[in-house]
């Protein structure tokens, strides 16, 4: 398998592991916990179900603008990866971006809102997707600046 074919075969992996665990625990939390409800897990971490119209911190709420901001950000994702598809470890960030990014647009397009469910205190509600989001926006910033150390050796 060429190194091109391997990048994209682990985003993928990754996209699909972040879409499922999203999904499965959104699922579990409708089943199990009514809005508005508040469980304590651990000290400072509760579970709670919160619809979430908005994007980060529920800005833009309830604007259809907001799914199109998100797909043309994805799209922009997925050719910008296409083209740098040999840079090393790029398909993790990629991957983390993409389910996460597609965990919440499930949402909305099935219940017109995300499912948020996660609660720190004095932190708004959030789920596995944005989770992923984050996570993959730091590995990307990584993944980046290491390819730009090493440009900048050479």
Excluded: C
């Amino acid at each position: 398998m060429s190194p091109a074919a391997q990048s994209f075969s682990r985003a993928g992996l990754v996209l699909a592991m972040v879409l499922a665990l999203d999904q499965f625990s959104k699922r579990i939390v409708i089943a199990t916990v009514d809005r508005g409800d508040s469980n304590s897990v651990f000290p400072g971490i509760d579970i709670v179900r919160v619809s979430n119209k908005g994007v980060a911190f529920g800005a833009f709420s309830g604007r259809p603008i907001v799914i199109v901001i998100v797909i043309a950000a994805l799209a922009g994702l997925i050719v910008w990866f296409t083209l740098h598809v040999r840079r090393p470890y790029i398909w993790l960030p990629t991957g983390l971006l993409l389910g996460g990014a597609l965990g919440n647009i499930i949402d909305r397009l099935r219940d017109g809102a995300v499912t948020d469910f996660i609660k720190f205190p004095l932190w708004p509600a959030f789920n596995f997707a944005d989770v992923a989001i984050t996570v993959g926006v730091l590995a990307l910033i990584y993944v980046l600046e290491q390819r730009d150390a090493a440009d900048d050796a050479a």
